[in-house]
């Protein structure tokens, strides 16, 4: 009986190490470095200022955007900024 026990351990961890490595291809990104979404005047709803250093990295391209960075180094929409 302890045979089928140590035959049944190996089977089942057999099977669970295949389905790990198949998930972690599975799930590889395959767009890193790629620039994600855009980035709209007026409007920081969904982004993220790493992905775009072009605009949140120089305050003037901010500044065109209508952003500006404040003293804790958010990046806020300056008031009464119009998207077009």
Not at 15 to 30: E, Q
Request: proline share 7%; hydrophobic share 40%.
């Amino acid at each position: 009986m302890s045979r089928n026990k140590a035959l049944f351990v190996v089977a089942t961890t057999l099977a669970l190490g295949i389905l790990g490595v198949a998930s972690a291809v599975a799930s590889d990104r395959t767009d890193r470095g790629v620039p994600r979404g855009y980035v709209l005047p007026c409007s920081l709803v969904g982004v993220n200022p790493i992905y775009h250093p072009e605009v949140f990295g120089n305050p003037v391209w901010a500044r065109e955007y209508g952003f500006v960075q404040g003293p804790d180094r958010v990046s806020r929409v300056v008031s009464g900024c119009h998207r077009y």
